[in-house]
């Protein structure tokens, strides 16, 4: 049973309009989480966290939001940029420091 | 510092033998991960160690598999008689509580 869900598995923007990638999650017991950004041939690089108490995080162009009523975060990227062309992955943990349990990804391809 | 690294790279190997990988975590981080990542899924959890404890093991981790981190610095990944469902991204992740987790490049198995 899938606990953290991505059910987007592509996204295509257009260079400097505005990327949201979704995610939902299962396990109340979640109240740490995360987005990772993968190239192929690497390993996923962290890009932004939210914890439970908060529900909203920016860093940049990265905003993640967090609505745990729903429990369902978001990734919104702006500008997009050809270079955020990647795979996201959305992660939880509980507790804040349990292993990582991750989505399949959603495949983000920017268009110049 | 120049993040996690893991060796080898790549490896190719027949059915029925042992394979080793290694990981270097960076250098203050206390907790090491081990995860596997097949085509169209995110990284699913292996085990992880604080300092040289391994405090948690998945169920994805069966007998064949043993993981050791001998003086809470590198951890070495063993996989013993090797089969063509063990064929997979093998990533380790190192932190510092209550930071995230971060990424190695991750080691490429493929069983013949």
């Known amino acids: 049973d899938q606990q953290v869900k991505q059910n987007s598995p592509s996204l295509s923007v257009q260079e400097g309009r505005i990327s949201i990638l979704n995610c939902d999650y299962t396990n109340s017991m979640f109240d740490y989480f995360l987005w990772y950004k993968k190239y192929p041939a690497e390993g996923p690089t962290f890009l932004i966290s939210?914890?439970?108490?908060?529900d909203k995080n920016e860093d940049g162009r990265f905003t993640v939001f967090l609505n745990k009523s729903a429990k369902h975060l978001s990734l919104h990227i702006v500008p997009s940029q050809p270079g955020d062309s990647a795979v996201y992955f959305c992660?939880?943990?509980?507790?804040?420091?349990?292993?990582?349990?991750f989505g399949k990804g959603t495949r983000l391809s920017v268009i110049a | 510092d120049t993040g996690v690294s893991q060796n080898p790279r790549h490896k190719i190997t027949k059915r029925g033998q042992n394979v080793t990988f290694r990981c270097d975590p960076i250098s203050e981080h206390n907790r090491l991960y081990w995860y596997r990542q097949t085509l169209g899924q995110g990284p699913e959890f292996l085990t992880y160690?604080?300092?040289?404890?391994?405090?948690?093991k998945s169920r994805l981790l069966s007998d064949r598999f043993s993981a050791e981190r001998p003086k809470g610095s590198f951890s070495t990944l063993e996989i013993q008689r090797t089969e063509q469902g063990d064929s997979a991204m093998y990533l380790c992740a190192s932190s510092l509580p209550p930071d995230p987790e971060y990424f190695g490049p991750g080691t490429r198995l493929t069983v013949l």
């Open positions: 992660a939880a943990s509980a507790a804040g420091n349990t292993p990582l349990v």
């Open positions: 160690f604080q300092n040289e404890a391994q405090l948690e």
């Open positions: 939210i914890s439970s108490i908060k």
